[in-house]
């Protein structure tokens, strides 16, 4: 089983439609997870961590479920800029984090 | 400058090349590291350095050889390398300890022919 596991995509949305990746984890003891973007030929960026309470900032919202060991990520009122590859990253030990291969999301006009 | 900046942008290198990437932060951040992202795999992580020791070398070949004169420099220094080491190399910094997450560089597209 792979460390950090998402589905690949793409998934194709028209704008203002409502969208979720889940990004599943193997390791137990994982104690911060967070998502990233990454535009095409482009470095990621850190979109938000991910907090065990869940959080929201704007139209996104993450949420963590460690007893299934997944992490989500819902996108509300999809704007074409949202287009990009979606990183799931989840830490092993202090200074490892694990990435995802990303899920790639085509917002549609 | 602010950010975490990476020299060159792209480089095309022969086999039988020696070249360098450079890194450089200017957060304040006290860990460095080097990521190989290649097409349609995950990053990998290669080398990790904490206060300018190294901490993580996840059994990357000798032709990579990093290095770390100080908190705010990271270099990785090629030789003899492989077409299959053609990728995109992401120098990243963090505050270690700290549940900020990484800043990335722009990164240095490699092409070895």
């Known amino acids: 089983r792979k460390e950090v596991e998402q589905d690949p995509g793409p998934f194709n949305v028209p704008e203002g439609a409502t969208v979720a990746f889940n990004c599943t984890y193997s390791?137990?003891?994982?104690?911060?997870f967070f998502w990233y973007r990454q535009d095409c030929r482009k470095e990621p960026k850190l979109l938000m961590s991910?907090?065990?309470s869940g959080n929201e900032d704007g139209r996104f919202t993450a949420q963590l479920n460690r007893a299934s060991q997944y992490i989500s990520l819902l996108i509300r009122d999809s704007k074409l800029s949202d287009s990009a590859t979606y990183l799931c990253?989840?830490?092993?030990?202090?200074?490892?984090?694990?990435f995802g291969t990303g899920t790639r999301l085509k917002v549609l006009a | 400058e602010t950010g975490v900046t990476q020299t060159p942008r792209h480089l095309v290198m022969g086999m039988t090349n020696k070249k360098s990437l450079k890194c450089e932060q200017h957060?304040?951040?006290?860990?460095m590291y080097w990521y190989k992202q290649s097409a349609k795999k995950p990053l990998e992580l290669m080398f990790v350095?904490?206060?300018?020791?190294?901490?993580e070398n996840n059994s990357v070949p000798s032709r990579f050889s990093p290095e770390c004169p100080n908190s705010s420099h990271l270099f990785l220094h090629l030789h003899t390398l492989q077409p299959e080491d053609s990728a995109l190399y992401l120098c990243?910094?963090?505050?270690?300890?700290?549940?900020?997450?990484?800043?990335f560089g722009s990164g240095t597209r490699l092409t070895v022919v």
């Open positions: 350095y904490s206060l300018e020791e190294r901490v």
């Open positions: 991910v907090y065990s």
């Open positions: 957060l304040g951040h006290n860990a």
């Open positions: 990253v989840v830490t092993s030990g202090t200074y490892k984090y694990i």
């Open positions: 990243a910094s963090s505050q270690a300890g700290a549940d900020y997450g990484y800043t």
């Open positions: 390791n137990s003891a994982s104690q911060s």
